[in-house]
């Protein structure tokens, strides 16, 4: 008890440990709630993941049909910003988006396709 320094330092440890607890908890919750945000999309990436590589593989068809990630994404991001779904709560605006990303790609893709293939 003497040592009145070192009483005060432990002290300011103490406070500094709990502060850090705090946000160390706080931190975990936000990862969580992030986590729970990002699933939402989740299927929408796996439809866009799944149109994509197939795109890919039409190279395989005719070494015609190459498209670029860079055009996918700009129908993605069309996909995104569709005004129709802008209002819709989120897991009818998810399921929606699925579907309305097909219908893009294909009318994309299906103007450059040659007849007999």
Avoid: C, W
């Avoid at 729970?36 to 015609?64: C, E, H, W």
């Avoid at 670029?68 to 993605?76: A, E, R, T, Y």
Wanted: hydrophobic share 35%; no cysteine; proline share 5%.
């Amino acid at each position: 008890l003497e040592n009145r320094k070192l009483i005060d330092s432990l002290n300011e440890l103490k406070t500094k440990s709990q502060t850090i607890k705090d946000k160390l908890t706080e931190s975990h919750k936000l990862q969580i709630s992030l986590d729970s945000q990002r699933d939402v999309y989740r299927p929408v990436a796996q439809v866009g993941s799944k149109l994509f590589f197939t795109l890919l593989d039409l190279s395989r068809i005719n070494p015609m049909y190459r498209y670029s990630l860079p055009m996918f994404l700009d129908l993605f991001k069309k996909t995104l910003a569709a005004k129709e779904l802008g209002h819709a709560p989120p897991e009818e605006r998810t399921r929606a988006l699925g579907p309305l990303l097909q219908r893009l790609v294909f009318g994309s893709v299906s103007r450059s396709l040659f007849k007999r293939d």
